[in-house]
């Protein structure tokens, strides 16, 4: 790449950051002029398709283009992250607010030291006030004890409460300490299924067809303590409309866990699920 006259940076290598390299950039964004932005949970790798070499359909991920005031604030995220693995520093021209109809976004940008809370507290806020349903998809959900709580209280008031969460994944360590929730989540209504035909990437929720998020954030400690995310809060019933159709799209290619079935899971199975779910803080 530095060949071709592109400027590459490697956030926190481990000789130049050994106390620090627990915190990664696991934001996935790209910014075009600042105009233009993408923000989700894709990756650039062959297991996306994007050589002759791999597999089609290997993993399922979501990711969203966004313009205007958006764009703008990801190109200040792209700055911080550019600069603080050594990049140089540049400036970026005030936004210039134009006429324009479209969505209304906020962005939910974290690292280590600002915005866990924050993101938190909106996560919080929209299981606590939805009405009608919350379908979350999650790639690595090995959550606190405080989430599964939530989602549980939203499925007991009679909101539709869906996790859709990985059946084949490359850290099945991460998908057994999801396991160990299963129990608690089930006996208070929320319903869990397991995507089969790829790898489930994609970090999505909508509710109350009207409110969606799109991002990096998995449900795991990592992602809101050790890792800088990058999310956007959409408030806008066609998106949300997009966004329930495509659920509904991957729930037929999903196994649904059934309660009477997962209570009959092996001793074996069961004993490995409460170990993982211990390492969950360190996962």
Sequence with gaps: MR??????????????????????????????????????????????GSSRHAKPGLWRDTHARV????????????????TRAGGFRFDIPPFQPVDADGARTLLLDSRPGRGYSETAS???????????????????????????????????????????????????????????????????????????PAILHAKTLVADDYVTVIGSSNLDFRSFHFNAECNVLILDGQVAQRMVRAFEVDLAKSREIRPDLWKKRSLFHRVGDSLARCLSPLL
């Design 3 to 48: 060949e071709m006259g592109i400027e590459a940076r490697l956030f926190h290598p481990f000789w130049k950051h050994i106390w620090d390299h627990f915190i990664r950039d696991h934001r996935k964004i790209l910014v075009v002029d600042r105009s233009v932005s993408f923000i989700g949970g894709m990756n650039v790798g062959n297991e996306y």
């Design 122 to 196: 909106v996560l919080a806020a929209i299981v606590g006030g939805c009405r009608k349903r919350i379908w979350i998809t999650n790639s690595y959900f090995a959550p606190r004890r405080v989430a599964v709580d939530l989602l549980g209280q939203a499925a007991r008031r009679g909101v539709d409460v869906r996790l859709l969460l990985p059946g084949i994944s490359d850290v099945p360590l991460v998908r057994h300490a999801g396991h160990g929730h299963f129990g608690d989540l089930l006996a208070s209504g929320v319903r869990v299924f397991e995507y089969q």
């Design 67 to 82: 313009e205007g005031s958006t764009a703008w604030e990801l190109s200040t995220v792209f700055r911080e992250g550019w």
